[in-house]
């Protein structure tokens, strides 16, 4: 069987959220599975000196509308959150702790999560609404919440990004297949032609 494709995300990240109602079908169609791994883009900035979108001149303006319009390029609906940027702890952490138990339950938590935040305009950055939101797979709230308090789950979540920064990681969304990286929902066509014809 062919190697899984490695899927980095942040879940403050407007690319990430498209790229990731996307790459289970694109996986599919190749043979692939996906391993997704969220990550804190927080420390990767401390590493690239990178800044979020919305903060810089000119780009930032940019990004806003591109976004917009790679959401509806791709057919995904999007509502810029009120809040914007988030810290992200609290769903890497139940989407860790849920993977470990059920992978394919933790890849549908990570969607709906991103739902709640970029189409219902929920802060999933809060412990309470990330466990909200696991409640409506028929996670228990409680257990959720004691799970992202645990010291063992907090420490994955560090361990995850320091792995993937050591990786080269430094962006949202990046994957990487077969060693390969690409960095960014508009490489999809790449990736497509990638997985299907092998390096170009």
């Keep these: 069987m062919a190697n899984p494709i490695d899927f980095y995300f942040d879940y403050s990240s407007?690319?990430?959220?498209?790229?990731?109602?996307?790459?289970?079908?694109?996986?599919?169609?190749?043979?692939?599975?996906?391993?997704?791994?969220?990550?804190?883009?927080?420390a990767v900035f401390?590493?690239?000196?990178?800044?979020?979108l919305p903060s810089l001149p000119l780009k930032g303006d940019y990004a806003r509308r591109d976004i917009a319009r790679s959401a509806r390029f791709h057919g995904i609906r999007i509502n810029h959150p009120?809040?914007?940027?988030?810290?992200?702890?609290?769903?890497?952490?139940?989407?860790?702790?849920?993977?470990d138990r059920d992978?394919?339950?933790?890849?549908?938590?990570?969607?709906?999560?991103y739902q709640a935040y970029f189409v219902e305009d929920r802060?999933?950055?809060?412990?309470?609404?990330?466990?909200?939101?696991?409640?409506?797979?028929?996670l228990k709230r409680d257990e959720v919440l004691a799970?992202?308090?645990?010291?063992?789950?907090?420490?994955r979540v560090r361990t995850e990004t320091d792995a993937a920064i050591k990786l080269g990681v430094f962006?949202?969304?990046?994957?990487?297949?077969?060693?390969?990286s690409f960095w960014?929902?508009?490489?999809?066509?790449?990736?497509?032609?990638w997985l299907a014809q092998g390096p170009f």
Excluded: C
Excluded at 46 to 52: D, E, L, R, S
Excluded at 147 to 155: D, G, L, N, S
Excluded at 184 to 193: A, K, S, T
């Design 14 to 42: 407007p690319y990430g959220y498209i790229a990731a109602m996307k790459i289970d079908d694109l996986a599919a169609r190749h043979a692939r599975i996906v391993n997704w791994k969220p990550i804190l883009l927080g």
């Design 46 to 52: 401390k590493v690239t000196g990178a800044q979020p």
């Design 82 to 99: 009120s809040k914007f940027p988030i810290a992200t702890q609290a769903p890497a952490r139940a989407f860790y702790w849920l993977n």
């Design 103 to 113: 992978p394919a339950l933790a890849r549908k938590l990570a969607k709906i999560l």
């Design 123 to 138: 802060d999933i950055s809060s412990p309470e609404v990330t466990a909200g939101v696991a409640a409506t797979l028929g």
């Design 147 to 155: 799970a992202m308090a645990e010291p063992a789950i907090k420490e």
């Design 171 to 180: 962006g949202s969304p990046y994957i990487v297949i077969d060693g390969e």
């Design 184 to 193: 960014g929902v508009d490489r999809f066509d790449q990736i497509e032609r």
